[in-house]
Structures are given as structure tokens and as C-alpha cells.
T-cell receptor, first 114, second 117 residues
Framework: SQQGEEDPQALSIQEGENATMNCSYK?????LQWYRQNSGRGLVHLIL?????REKHSGRLRVTLDTSKKSSSLLITASRAADTASYFC??????????????FGQGTILTVHP | GAVVSQHPSRVICKSGTSVKIECRSL??????MFWYRQFPKKSLMLMAT?????????EQGVEKDKFLINHASLTLSTLTVTSAHPEDSSFYIC?????????????FGPGTRLTVL
């Protein structure tokens, strides 16, 4: 079952604005990853944050992780029209038979208007 | 970076036929490959996990006789959709992981769009 829940389901903003997407999960995790998917295409790995990390940056991306609340956020600053895509969080569970498996959230569809 | 390819990228077939989708890791050895299914505007659902040289482990609700997975080498896994029906139409994505370039990180293929008429 999909344990990740993302909000909002859809986000529409103007170019230059910031976009924030949230992800919640239910079980203990090893790490949490964010992916981007353009329509009808494969996944592009954006960033991975480990369970012992609280914040991570990569270019215009900032990811936070709050393991006490079992939630993460992805912030895209100074958005561009090319950022238009679906964004998914995915959690890698800690230990057991699920080791290595990723569970994906429902995704946020981001539209950036030029 | 690690590259994973899928072939074909798109396939249309008649109901009742079988379709084979290949997933290859091009520049690393994939000890584990994962197969996902994605419906339009939906998330990825893990179907099965395959380890090289052993039988695939299927997620609950996925018919192993319907979706045959073979992981015969460290660079190739195949998913065969047997006796395909229109409800099998979907986007199928594989991922591969190994000890390198990053231990156990999954690298995704570009996906295969299957349409069953």
C-alpha cells in the first residue's frame, strides 16, 4: 500500500514564485527521496535525505525532514516554467524484508506559468 | 551517473497476446531490480522485486503468473505480461540498484507504455 501522502495534490504558481510540497509517511524510514516526473516520462531523482538529517539543499531545492512528525517538505525556489512536472516523495523503509523497497506518495502536480 | 534503459518505450498489442519488457542497467551491476506500475495521473505501485539469480518477490495483489519476471543477469531483468488484457494497459517502470555507484540507491528506467487493444 502507498504510505506516502502528499499535499497539495496540485499546485499552480507564477514563474519566480516559490513552490512548497509536503509529504507524510507512516512507518520508520531509512531515507526519504524526492523525484520529478515529466508527463509520460521516467523519474528523475532530485534529492535524498537520510533519517538522521533534518535539512538538505541542492541548487534551488531545499528538503526538510521531521521524523517526529513523519513528514518532509520540498521547496523549489524561484520557480521556472521548466519546473512544471509531477513531484513524488518516496520512502525507503528501515530494515526487515522491506529493505531497499521504495514506497511512493501520491504526488503533487506542479504547474508553473510563465 | 547510473543509466537504466527500458525496451520498448511503447508497445501496442492485441488482447490475449504476451508482451516482454526489458530493463537493463547500462553501466553498473544491478543485484536488485524493481518493477513498478503507474496509472495515468497516479503514483507508482511496486509490483515485484527481483534479485539476480533468484525468484522474484511479488507484492500483495500482483499475480505472479500474469506478470512473469526474470532476472537472469546482473544487467538485465525482463517483465512479461502474459495474456494481456485492456486492464493491463499502463506505464511500467523498472529501477535497478546495486553496490555501485551508490549502494542500494535505485536508478529508474524511462518507462514503457503498454496499450492493450
Amino acid at each position: 500500500s502507498q504510505q506516502g501522502e502528499e499535499d497539495p495534490q496540485a499546485l499552480s504558481i507564477q514563474e519566480g514564485e516559490n513552490a512548497t510540497m509536503n509529504c507524510s509517511y507512516k512507518t520508520s524510514i531509512n531515507n526519504l527521496q524526492w523525484y520529478r516526473q515529466n508527463s509520460g516520462r521516467g523519474l528523475v531523482h532530485l534529492i535524498l535525505i537520510r533519517s538522521n538529517e533534518r535539512e538538505k539543499h541542492s541548487g534551488r531545492l531545499r528538503v526538510t525532514l521531521d521524523t517526529s512528525k513523519k513528514s518532509s517538505s520540498l521547496l523549489i525556489t524561484a520557480s521556472r516554467a521548466a519546473d512544471t512536472a509531477s513531484y513524488f516523495c518516496a520512502t525507503a523503509r528501515a530494515g526487515g524484508t522491506s529493505y531497499g523497497k521504495l514506497t511512493f506518495g501520491q504526488g503533487t502536480i506542479l504547474t508553473v506559468h510563465p | 551517473g547510473a543509466v537504466v534503459s527500458q525496451h520498448p518505450s511503447r508497445v501496442i498489442c492485441k488482447s490475449g497476446t504476451s508482451v516482454k519488457i526489458e530493463c537493463r542497467s547500462l553501466d553498473f551491476q544491478a543485484t536488485t531490480m524493481f518493477w513498478y506500475r503507474q496509472f495515468p495521473k497516479k503514483s507508482l505501485m511496486l509490483m515485484a522485486t527481483s534479485n539476480e539469480g533468484s525468484k522474484a518477490t511479488y507484492e500483495q495483489g500482483v499475480e505472479k503468473d500474469k506478470f512473469l519476471i526474470n532476472h537472469a543477469s546482473l544487467t538485465l531483468s525482463t517483465l512479461t505480461v502474459t495474456s494481456a488484457h485492456p486492464e493491463d494497459s499502463s506505464f511500467y517502470i523498472c529501477s535497478a540498484s546495486g553496490q555501485t555507484p551508490v549502494v542500494n540507491e535505485q536508478f529508474f528506467g524511462p518507462g514503457t507504455r503498454l496499450t492493450v487493444l
